[in-house]
């Protein structure tokens, strides 16, 4: 059990979101495989060998555009990397078991598998497959990169949301194309009639597509994507209209600007969208590590406590309490860090019980410890509250003994 949380903390510091609970035996060989497969040594060895497959396929891709014959090298080591990563799966498959098929990275990287299975298998016994088929098969191995993202934890977060974004994207999308066609039949109305006017002039004979720039709806959204989204050739068949009727200035002043800008606010956007997801993803992962801290930190002090009580009464009295700062040095450091001493152990002891019984209670002394160690103001308003308190004990005796 120790072996399987702590290869599961480890992958999550590595930001691997696969969820893998090692429920096995401690000592087995299940757990020690867990272990070893969620370490960053081996990552790094993956990482490695998916980077070298990445560029095994840039150098086949560039080949085959050259005309050129693959090389044998690079043949041998696509086998190489087929058989580490099912090695690799075999191993993940040992150690998980039953929940191997739940972690959707493992269903990713079996397909793919299949896929250079497949693939390999193709060009050795099946010659009559086209060679297009099987260059899509190898393209597969590209996804494979996608792992990479698992031992960058911020990459896979923006990532990650840059997905979640997509449907904020769409929408400004579906707004910009909207827009896009209402000045589309705008300009086919205004514009068209213009263009049509300077083409008869010759003046468009080096260009083939200026003539019908503004014929359709259709052609004027192509043109205005163009020159406005792509910024290409802008004045082609813009500049001659506007020098044949100077007030087309204005339509196309107003195109361009209210386009641009909702480009841009798009942009934004999707910028703002994948912030505020980020922040809030962090603010969550902050959240359970704080709580995971403060738990284990709790248990850090109950632990102290049963040592530090003696006579196993549940609670500790100012003897225990004194004693235990000499015989545990852990309780004696955890006092140092709050600039305590021995000499500040009576008042300490006082300032826990809070009931004034003699005697604290484990909760009592876990409350009062973490209050000290993590929220110092608010320690020091609960010292104030306390010392009030006793003064007005003190005034109620004083007050009873004169009546």
Not at 146 to 159: D, G, I, K, Q, T
Not at 200 to 227: K, M, N, W
Not at 240 to 257: H, N, R, S, Y
Not at 290 to 296: F, S, V, W, Y
Request: hydrophobic share 50%.
């Amino acid at each position: 059990r120790v072996v399987a949380d702590r290869a599961s903390a480890v992958m999550h510091r590595e930001g691997a979101d696969m969820n893998m609970n090692y429920s096995m035996l401690p000592g087995s060989v299940q757990a020690r495989l867990g272990a070893a497969l969620a370490s960053p040594a081996v990552e790094a060895i993956v990482t490695a060998v998916i980077l070298t497959s990445l560029v095994s396929v840039i150098v086949e891709t560039d080949r085959a555009a050259a005309g050129m014959d693959q090389l044998l090298e690079l043949e041998v080591l696509n086998v190489v990397i087929i058989a580490l990563f099912t090695f690799e799966l075999l191993l993940k498959l040992i150690a998980q078991r039953s929940k191997f098929p739940h972690d959707l990275w493992n269903v990713f990287d079996s397909f793919i598998l299949v896929a250079d299975y497949v693939a390999l298998l193709l060009e050795i016994f099946a010659t009559s497959i086209p060679i297009t088929f099987l260059r899509m098969l190898r393209l597969c191995r590209l996804s494979r990169s996608m792992r990479v993202l698992r031992n960058f934890p911020e990459l896979a977060l923006m990532a990650s949301c840059m997905l979640q974004s997509l449907k904020v994207m769409a929408s400004g999308l579906l707004l910009l194309f909207s827009v896009l066609t209402i000045m589309g039949i705008l300009a086919v109305n205004l514009v068209h009639p213009i263009n049509q006017r300077v083409a008869s002039t010759g003046f468009y004979d080096g260009c083939e597509r200026c003539p019908r720039a503004y014929e359709s709806t259709a052609s004027s959204v192509l043109t205005f994507s163009q020159q406005i989204i792509a910024g290409d050739s802008w004045g082609a068949s813009t500049i001659p209209i506007i020098e044949e009727e100077p007030w087309t200035a204005l339509f196309f002043c107003v195109v361009f600007v209210s386009i641009g800008m909702m480009t841009m606010n798009i942009i934004l956007s999707m910028v703002v969208e994948v912030s505020l997801q980020v922040a809030s993803q962090n603010t969550r992962r902050l959240l359970q590590e704080k709580d995971a801290a403060l738990k284990a930190h709790i248990a850090e002090v109950r632990e102290l406590c049963r040592l530090m009580d003696n006579d196993g009464s549940g609670y500790i009295d100012k003897k225990e309490f004194c004693e235990g700062f000499g015989e545990h040095h852990h309780f004696r450091n955890m006092l140092r860090l709050l600039d305590l001493g021995d000499e500040d152990l009576e008042q300490l002891f006082w300032l826990l019980d809070a009931d004034d019984s003699g005697m604290v209670e484990y909760d009592e002394f876990i409350s009062g410890l973490h209050k000290m160690r993590t929220q110092d103001m608010r320690a020091t308003n609960f010292y104030i509250k306390r010392q009030v308190a006793e003064i007005r004990n003190q005034i109620s005796k004083v007050s009873d003994q004169v009546a």
